[in-house]
């Protein structure tokens, strides 16, 4: 079991948040074919390859280190302050609920502070409370619904908060 310490610091014995490399590009694009009904395809993942806000959270097993979960996040120009945008987010199955996306949102969020950014955006799907649930404890709040944002036609929530 990958434990991070309680306040989801990185410098939990047995996970590491760590820039993303090409080698963990085959192990994120299977987690992200696993949890998501659209999945990025490989090369959209590729493409944020070398940004600083394309993380992995790699964890010790008995086979070696693994990737337990990723997050992309970058800057987007608006008005002179930068806004941040969390565009994608997945922790694998069997690592769930052991702060692993706390781990990975906490160090995402503090790299976008440090790249200017004012706030920070992200959209969920209305049915994903989970995802619902982490994003408000880290402070981020509804600020509209987009109807129709997912290809099944399902709604996004968009979510906000000051970095
Ligand atoms: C949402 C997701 C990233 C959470 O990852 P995680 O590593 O399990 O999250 P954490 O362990 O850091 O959870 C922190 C807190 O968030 C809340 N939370 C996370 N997942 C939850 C769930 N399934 N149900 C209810 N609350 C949840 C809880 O309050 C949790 O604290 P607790 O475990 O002490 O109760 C993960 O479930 C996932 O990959 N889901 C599929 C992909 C996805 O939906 N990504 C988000 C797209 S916007």
Same mark, same amino acid.
């Given at each position: 079991? =990958? =434990?991070?310490?309680? $306040?989801?610091?990185?410098?939990?014995? $047995? @996970?590491?948040?760590? =820039?993303?490399?090409?080698a963990d590009l085959l192990e994120i694009h299977r987690i992200e074919q696993a949890v998501f009904p659209q999945p990025w395809p490989f090369s959209a993942l590729?493409?944020?390859l070398g940004e600083s806000g394309f993380l992995v959270a790699e964890a010790d097993t008995d086979d070696g *280190?693994?990737?337990a979960g990723y997050v992309i996040a970058d800057t987007v120009p608006n008005h002179g302050t930068p806004l941040g945008h969390v565009k994608d987010l997945?922790?694998?199955? $069997?690592?769930?609920?052991?702060?692993?996306?706390?781990?990975?949102?906490?160090r995402a969020l503090s790299l976008l502070a440090s790249a200017g950014a004012g706030s920070a955006k992200l959209e969920v799907r209305a049915d994903n409370e989970g995802a619902i649930r982490l994003y408000r404890q880290f402070?981020?709040?509804?600020?509209?619904? @987009? *109807?129709?944002?997912?290809?099944?036609?399902? $709604?996004?929530?968009?979510?906000?908060r000051l970095l």
């Open positions: 079991m =990958t =434990t991070v310490s309680s $306040d989801g610091a990185e410098s939990a014995s $047995d @996970i590491r948040i760590r =820039t993303a490399e090409r590729e493409s944020y *280190p693994r990737v997945a922790v694998r199955e $069997d690592n769930r609920r052991e702060g692993v996306a706390t781990a990975l949102l906490r402070g981020f709040e509804h600020r509209k619904t @987009i *109807p129709n944002y997912y290809s099944n036609g399902e $709604d996004a929530l968009v979510m906000v």
